[in-house]
T-cell receptor, first 113, second 114 residues
Framework: DQQVKQNSPSLSVQEGRISILNCDYT??????FLWYKKYPAEGPTFLIS?????DKNEDGRFTVFLNKSAKHLSLHIVPSQPGDSAVYFC????????????FGTGTRLTVIP | DTGVSQNPRHKITKRGQNVTFRCDPI?????LYWYRQTLGQGPEFLTY????????KSRLLSDRFSAERPKGSFSTLEIQRTEQGDSAMYLC????????????FGPGTRLTVT
């Protein structure tokens, strides 16, 4: 069963505008959430994370929002740049035990110049 | 700065052959993970090591799969008697310790079983 879901397989945004990528999870034991970016023929690159004790974390152009009651998180990229075009994966883990990551299926972001 | 490295990057093998992949994690990282990614899916957890101890294995890791991390540094993943369903990208990741530490991924080894 897919415990982390990204329901939008693709998203296109104009350069300079905001990109919003969404992610939902089902397991209430998850308490750490991450976003990774992936280019073709490369491994996922860590982008930003958030602990369940927070509802927002910001790093430059990237902000992650967490709504625990809705089991929903989102990644905002503003302003979007052509170099942001990639597949974005949402991931979640539990802070105890293996801490292995549960990934969504990814959203392909295309930023149009 | 040396990130996580994996070798080989690509492997084509015939069904029934054995293959072995290697992962060199970031040097100060204690934890090492193996994941598998198939087309259209996100990476799926296979197993992880804390130093040299293999502490957890996913049900995805059948008896034909074995992983080692003999000295707590590099790791190998061996698949015996490969099947076409084993074709995937095999990703290695490392992290300093456990909860709250992000995992850093290598470029992956793409396995094609013909």
């Amino acid at each position: 069963d897919q415990q982390v879901k990204q329901n939008s397989p693709s998203l296109s945004v104009q350069e300079g505008r905001i990109s919003i990528l969404n992610c939902d999870y089902t397991n209430s034991m998850f308490d750490y959430f991450l976003w990774y970016k992936k280019y073709p023929a490369e491994g996922p690159t860590f982008l930003i994370s958030i602990s369940s004790i927070k509802d927002k974390n910001e790093d430059g152009r990237f902000t992650v929002f967490l709504n625990k009651s809705a089991k929903h998180l989102s990644l905002h990229i503003v302003p979007s740049q052509p170099g942001d075009s990639a597949v974005y994966f949402c991931a979640a883990s539990k802070k105890t035990g293996a801490n292995n990551l549960f990934f969504g299926t990814g959203t392909r972001l295309t930023v149009i110049p | 700065d040396t990130g996580v490295s994996q070798n080989p990057r690509h492997k084509i093998t015939k069904r029934g052959q054995n293959v072995t992949f290697r992962c060199d994690p970031i040097s100060e990282h204690n934890r090492l993970y193996w994941y598998r990614q198939t087309l259209g899916q996100g990476p799926e957890f296979l197993t992880y090591f804390q130093n040299e101890a293999q502490l957890e294995k996913s049900r995805l890791l059948s008896d034909r799969f074995s992983a080692e991390r003999p000295k707590g540094s590099f790791s190998t993943l061996e698949i015996q008697r490969t099947e076409q369903g084993d074709s995937a990208m095999y990703l290695c990741a490392s992290s300093r310790s456990g909860g709250g530490d992000e995992q850093y991924f290598g470029p992956g080894t793409r396995l094609t079983v013909t």
